[in-house]
């Protein structure tokens, strides 16, 4: 079944509702590049490096590129903070108010906090909004705090925490380290009138800031991917439950299960009866296929679910996870797939964004965090930490905050500087950053309970 046959399957309403969806989705990305990418510009506007103008088109560029070259497995640290199958074994107006709860939520409080200039994360915002609707979904059928997938949840919030960190100290010691051994005065004092920077500190500022833009759109891109992935995983599921799109891998998954099998014969201890069962359903479902798109429309989230079971099963002892390595990559490429028209949608909404609406952030962040003008060491020391950060977490597939860790840049800059910092810009950021991730909880929720009752009703009438 291609995209467009299943769409066809679609009702009217459900169509519609989709379609917003989809709008919504693309829209919090568009949002996220003037929101988050404000950071990336400032120090090379405001060391005179660059005009407005062409900086922002330059970041712009570089967030679309990396998006396309960024990978894909950000994404799914944010898909599986929600349990996808919560979208499928929900009742149907239930699953779609929870994904447009989450999107909606999403987008009213990064623009917000936009209006006011707040350079608040939209990661947190993001992240925020899954857990709300996770949870009161949970509350409303009775099954406590089980709608959010807590151990994910706990990974991802050490990274949002720890990062902003990071950048405050790596920046004020980068700044450290470069006053020691690079013995140019003018670096390290605010630009006078129309002065501009050495032509090596330029380049050290343009490629510093191409880097954070890359950074950037590699991971914030990845977000808006799992955020895409959950509608369609909540409209389509049975087209997106696994990997269609590659014509060998039910081949690939099923001797994945056979080696699975081969390997949990030879442990010490009883495999589970469950783990057994899902392992069986794997092989029978694929056994004479060569693609996943060959298993018929009602098995496949069976298979998903069983995928997801056994590798839960091999993740769970460190030594049967190491032994275990090859067939639990295999099985998560076959549920683990972005598809090619949601990379290149997410990169062009990112990098358009990156374009508009980034002089409220802009302002804050270089005017209003030190007591001073941003230097030029300054500026190329925040970036430079920023863009090693950011891919680092990348590295670990991690989602962090631009946002946090660039203004945390600058703030330890400053105060590396002696430049001081102003407190009360300081405290509205860190207040901000605080209530982000709980106020994204609650809106969502709220958007979600509100909507069971309204949207889900008219839906079902």
């Known amino acids: 079944m291609s995209f467009w046959d299943a769409i066809a399957t679609l009702s009217t309403h459900h169509l519609v509702f989709f379609m917003i969806a989809l709008l919504v989705a693309f829209g919090f990305e568009f949002i996220n590049g003037f929101h988050d990418t404000a950071n990336a510009v400032t120090t090379v506007i405001y060391t005179r490096t660059l005009k407005p103008t062409p900086a922002v088109i330059y970041s712009g560029t570089m967030n679309f590129f990396g998006v396309l070259l960024g990978g894909t497995a950000v994404a799914f640290a944010i ?25 909606l939520a999403g987008v009213m ?18 992240i925020g909004s899954i857990l709300g609707v996770g949870v009161m979904n949970s509350l409303l059928t009775g099954n406590g705090l089980a709608g959010v997938n807590w151990g994910k949840a706990g990974e991802v919030g050490a990274a949002l925490l720890v990062s902003p960190l990071v950048g405050f100290l790596l920046a004020g010691g980068l700044l450290l380290a470069m006053k020691a051994s690079i013995k140019e005065p003018r670096l390290y004092v605010p630009p006078d009138g129309d002065d501009k920077p050495p032509r090596w500190i330029r380049g050290v500022l343009l490629a510093t800031c191409g880097g954070v833009s890359f950074a950037h759109g590699s991971n914030d891109g990845q977000k808006g991917m799992g ?3 959950l509608v369609l995983i909540g409209f389509l599921p049975f087209h997106y439950a696994l990997d ?22 030879q442990q010490a201890t009883a495999t589970p009866e469950p783990v057994l069962s899902a392992l069986e359903w794997i092989t029978a479902a694929t056994r004479g296929y060569q693609s996943l798109a060959q298993i018929p429309d009602a098995d496949r989230w069976e298979v998903r679910r069983a995928i997801f079971t056994v590798n839960r099963f091999l993740e769970a002892d460190p030594s049967r996870a190491e ?16 598809p ?14 990156t374009t508009v609406g980034y002089k409220r952030i802009v302002i804050t962040v270089a005017e209003k965090i030190g007591k001073t003008h941003l230097t030029y060491a300054q500026g190329a020391a925040a970036e430079m930490v920023a863009a090693f950060t950011i891919l680092l977490a990348d590295f670990f597939h991690m989602p962090v905050s631009t946002t946090h860790v660039l203004s945390s840049g600058v703030a330890g800059t400053m105060a590396a500087n002696g430049s001081g910092v102003q407190r009360t ?15 994204a909880m609650v809106l969502a929720a709220g958007l979600y309970a509100a909507g069971i009752y309204s949207v889900g009703r008219f839906l079902a009438s």
Do not use: C, Y
């Not at 032994?323 to 972005?338: H, L, N, Y």
């Not at 207040?431 to 106020?439: G, I, K, S």
């Open 79 to 103: 898909v599986h903070l929600l349990p996808v199958d919560l979208l499928v074994d929900s009742d149907p107006h239930a699953a779609l108010v929870m994904v447009l709860s989450l999107l």
């Open 109 to 126: 409080w990064n623009l917000g906090t936009w209006s006011f200039g707040l350079p608040v994360s939209s990661s947190h915002t993001l």
């Open 227 to 229: 955020l895409i992935l």
């Open 244 to 265: 269609t799109f590659h014509d060998s891998k039910a081949v690939e998954l099923h001797a994945a299960a056979e080696s699975a099998r081969e390997l949990l014969a």
């Open 323 to 338: 032994s275990s390595r090859e067939i639990r990559q295999t099985f998560a490429s076959a549920i683990e797939f972005v």
């Open 340 to 353: 090619l028209w949601v990379v290149f949608g997410v990169a062009v909404a990112l990098g358009i964004g």
């Open 425 to 439: 810009t300081l405290l509205k950021i860190g207040l901000a950053w605080v209530f982000t991730l709980p106020a």
